[in-house]
């Protein structure tokens, strides 16, 4: 990978110093990794792929946790460092939302690279639906407006996530949601003329993804980001994903039908109603100005419920296959 909106250094491994009146001294015979020289202290591992490992931090400049993403250079696809990595990096660094995942740093070694961003406290949306068997509605329809107000955000600035999930929905300390994880995420998309540009890629999971994705044509990835909003509106409400993955033809059936509620738990019909309207064929799915004025949507628009401070159950879902296995990239 090569990009220039990364720091980059020869080695992982550097010599110690020490900064005596602001200036760095070299301590022989010890070594330091790249990110100790730049301040960050690495602790436990929060997330884990085939070729990235995401690992909390400590900052001593900003005296603040931090999450830093690890990619290797030697397990990654080369698609992937010459596409997509760089493609994250210039994305995210012209980003700045209250319920986006903030990016701080980015920097390229030799053998990896490191992307340090803000670090989410209490995890992610698919682990509290685990912990609460399903999310009411009150605080389904908070956490919900601040994802269509950040996918809104991106979309005005022509950048598409294309892969909206549960597991990359965070939670910080004061319970807002922050979408992360911009891995398969492209800019430049904005619609021009009324002409809304098409991607060929196929980018996140089956059980989040359109029809038209799952048909395997072009697709407006703006209405796609807008299908993934409302299965994660249901996995909140109902504790489960509204389409069963497991088999892919069986799964291209289900995505065109129409959605299947379960009994329970009991969920509005307003909230049933505004389902529907996300999860539909791409001529009829809502856009998100209609979102934004549905009546489930701006019901007690004034409420400010802090989401899982008001609930603080315990309990976890074990042996749980109606959510998907936690992927992290």
């Known amino acids: 990978m090569s990009n220039p909106s990364a720091q980059k250094t020869d080695s992982d491994m550097l010599t110690t110093t020490q900064v005596v009146a602001g200036q760095p001294i070299l301590k022989e015979g010890k070594k330091q990794t790249v990110l100790e020289s730049h301040g960050y202290v690495l602790g436990k591992t929060i997330g884990s792929g085939s070729y990235a490992t995401v690992r909390m931090a400590h900052s001593e400049r900003h005296n603040m946790n931090v999450a830093v993403k690890i990619v290797s250079k030697f397990s990654a696809p ?3 460092l010459k596409k997509f990595l760089p493609r994250e990096i ?3 660094k012209g980003l700045k939302h209250p319920n986006l995942i903030r990016f701080l740093q980015a920097i390229e070694t030799t053998h990896r690279v490191y992307i340090i961003m803000e670090y989410a406290e209490n995890g992610s949306l698919l682990e509290i639906i685990r912990r609460d ?3 009411d509605e009150t605080r389904s329809r908070r956490w919900f407006r601040q994802l269509v107000d950040a996918v809104d955000y991106c979309h005005e600035r022509g950048v598409v996530h294309r892969d909206i999930k549960c597991e990359n929905l965070l939670i910080n300390s004061d319970f807002e949601i922050k979408l992360s994880d911009f891995g398969f995420a492209r800019g430049h998309m904005k619609v021009k003329n009324g002409q809304v540009p098409l991607s060929e890629t196929f980018c996140g999971s089956y059980a989040y993804a359109s ?3 799952l048909k395997g044509i072009p697709y407006q990835p703006q209405y796609s980001d807008i299908w ?3 299965v994660v509106l249901f996995a909140m409400v109902y504790g489960r994903l509204p389409f069963d993955d497991t088999n892919y033809r069986d799964l291209v059936k289900q995505v065109t039908n129409k959605v299947i ?3 329970e738990p009991k969920v509005s019909l307003m909230c049933k109603s505004l389902i529907n309207k996300i999860l539909a064929p791409l001529k009829a799915r809502i856009r998100i100005p209609g ?3 549905d009546p489930w949507y701006i019901f007690n628009v004034n409420e400010s419920g802090q989401g899982s401070k008001e609930r603080n159950v315990s309990k976890f879902i074990t042996g749980d296959t109606s959510l998907l296995k936690i992927k992290y990239f």
């Open 228 to 230: 993934s909003m409302g």
């Open 211 to 213: 029809p038209e994705i």
């Open 133 to 135: 068997t399903y999310i």
């Open 78 to 80: 080369a698609d992937y």
């Open 90 to 92: 210039e994305v995210v």
């Open 291 to 293: 979102i934004k004025t």
């Open 261 to 263: 509620f379960p009994k």
